[in-house]
């Protein structure tokens, strides 16, 4: 392995213990962010010697978390990923996913489930409260993250 690919897996793998991923997923995550095209999952299985079931267990975190674009090309049933290189895109579109996954379902789910709770007793009131409140910052969270995408895109 070269020197430089070397030594941002070490740096990233230093990164993703702080942030609690696990040391397969950090060193797929930069070897990709280092790959200057698309690579096959059967390739980044042999240059990184996982197995091809590792490695794709780990690419739909990845996938989910909006950090890669997975395809495949005509004729062939080979996976390709790739990741975009432009930093600030990259967390943009992880920034997305999490408004789609994540903050567009509380949006939607919560508040029916506070509009059909049966408050019975003082806990049942404190956990009402406790999902209404979590409903609040859920909103603000998403209004930040969409000026945060927006300052970020501006800048393109």
Not at 95 to 115: N, S, T
Not at 116 to 136: C, D, H, P, R
């Amino acid at each position: 392995m070269e020197y430089i690919e070397q030594e941002f897996i070490n740096f990233y793998q230093r990164i993703a213990k702080n942030i609690g991923l696990d040391n397969i997923t950090s060193i797929l995550f930069a070897k990709l962010y280092l790959e200057p095209d698309e690579i096959s999952m059967e390739e980044l299985a042999s240059q990184t010697g996982f197995s091809l079931a590792s490695i794709s267990n780990k690419i739909k975190l990845l996938d989910a978390m909006g950090l890669i674009t997975k395809s495949t090309k005509p004729g062939s049933k080979k996976i390709y990923l790739f990741m975009e290189k432009n930093f600030k895109k990259l967390m943009i579109q992880h920034f997305r996913k999490k408004q789609e996954l994540i903050f567009k379902p509380a949006k939607e789910k919560i508040p029916e489930i506070i509009k059909n709770a049966k408050v019975k007793n003082k806990i049942e009131k404190q956990k009402l409260n406790i999902l209404k409140n979590y409903l609040t910052q859920i909103i603000e969270l998403e209004e930040n993250m969409k000026l945060m995408i927006e300052n970020l895109t501006d800048d393109n």
